[in-house]
Nanobody, 121 residues
Framework: QVQLVESGGGLVQPGGSLRLSCAAS????????IGWFRQAPGKEREGISC????????YYADSVKGRFTISRDNAKNTVYLQMNSLKPEDTAVYYC??????????????WGQGTQVTVSS
């Protein structure tokens, strides 16, 4: 099957860390830009990070810049989102998705199922 499977979500205290994983099957993530998104209850989906398929560039939304890091392990066909210094406002369902490039306006071809991140004391 062609799919993205996320893992690594859970409950963490403010100031803590989590690492989310997005594993691909049926296609190679090396050929795609990978974006991370999140959606909190009552809010619109927010794009928070992207990893380029070509030149290794990475991009971050202001809301997560300096705290989150996107990375790839192409040998494992997996992308990661390291989340540090987590805040309650980071609570959301997190999704990964794949498309032709970070700076492209094309639609995302593949989406993960989402994983819940809850930041609470």
């Amino acid at each position: 099957q062609v799919q993205l499977v996320e893992s690594g979500g859970g409950l963490v205290q403010p100031g803590g860390s989590l690492r989310l994983s997005c594993a691909a099957s049926g296609f190679s993530l090396a050929d795609y830009a990978i974006g991370w998104f999140r959606q909190a209850p009552g809010k619109e989906r927010e794009g928070i990070s992207c990893s380029s398929d070509s030149d290794g560039s990475t991009y971050y939304a202001d809301s997560v810049k300096g705290r989150f890091t996107i990375s790839r392990d192409n040998a494992k066909n997996t992308v990661y989102l390291q989340m540090n210094s987590l805040k309650p406002e980071d609570t959301a369902v997190y999704y990964c998705a794949a498309r032709g490039g970070c700076l492209s306006n094309s639609k995302y071809d593949y989406w993960g199922q989402g994983t819940q991140v809850t930041v609470s004391s």
